[in-house]
């Protein structure tokens, strides 16, 4: 045992042995019905700058896995890539919502998402005892990805028109072989969001559409989309709890749900569409939202399911 380590990580409130069994009874239920599942985490926001955060998190994955469950972390990025180009003088322009990528562009974000951030999360998993691999969609042909296409309304001639965003890429077909042989092995695969083009090409996916094709693909029971908020929130900014696939539209139409979250929840529906049982909206910010979530009653977002 390295004693140094151990003097290193911070002091646990000790618990009597009571309410320690509490936790297990509350706790075992829920363990029992993620036994030997697929759980996909995507894990990305400012949450990943903070490293005590980002350590909880890796101490959470390597929990899960030891319980028994099979955790895929799926990573983004942007503002890590961000200050990257800033580094290096060059200028980001954003489209539709997206990063426009261009061939300089796209070498520095497969730098940043497969290189750094990837391998500092599986550093931190390793770390914390468990046995991470990082991977992209480009290893195995994983994901392989088709040009995105969008359209915005030009501001003065109010013309709908279509942008070029360069290699920016959607995922057309997952092939499962190299999770296959990762997942049940003790071994925790990290996945940034670069794939391969039909055409040879790298491209930049989101990372939220890369982890509900993942999901999909893997008919996961639980995609949990760790963002900066609580989840979907009402009217008057409470948490909703539970949503179906049937509320999300009218919430839509309504302004209930605006802005960013709208092409959360549409990518929510997408991985549900594809199989994944349920999908959760929550914030990653908050200490072990993760287990908070999957092992407890109360949850710590919003559950949508069909």
Known sequence: ????????????????????????????????????????????????????????????????????????????????????????????????????????????????????????????????????????????????????TRTVIDPGSQIEKHVDLGFVGEPSKVDTTVLDQVLGRELIPVLAPVAQGVDGETYNVNADTFAGAIAGALKAKRLLFLTDVPGVLDKNKELIKELRVSDIHALIADGTITGGMIPKVETCIYAIEQGVEGVVILDGKTPHAVLVELLTDGGAGTLITR
Request: proline share 3%.
């Open 1 to 148: 045992m390295n004693k140094t380590k151990d003097l290193d990580k911070p002091k646990v409130e000790l618990r009597s042995p009571q309410e320690q069994a509490e936790i297990l009874m509350q706790a075992l239920p829920h363990m029992l019905r993620y036994d030997e599942t697929i759980v996909v985490v995507k894990y990305g926001g400012h949450a990943m700058g903070d490293e005590n955060v980002a350590r909880d998190f890796a101490r959470d994955m390597v929990l899960l896995e030891q319980s028994g469950v099979n955790p895929v972390v799926v990573h983004g990025g942007g503002p890590q890539i961000g200050a990257m180009l800033a580094k290096l003088g060059i200028k980001s322009e954003f489209q539709a919502g997206l990063r426009v990528t261009d061939r300089a562009t796209v070498e520095i974000v497969e730098m940043v998402l497969a290189g750094s951030i990837n391998k500092q999360i599986v550093g931190f998993i390793n770390a914390e005892g468990g046995r991470a691999i990082g991977l992209c969609g480009k290893d195995g042909n994983m994901v392989t990805a088709v040009k995105a």
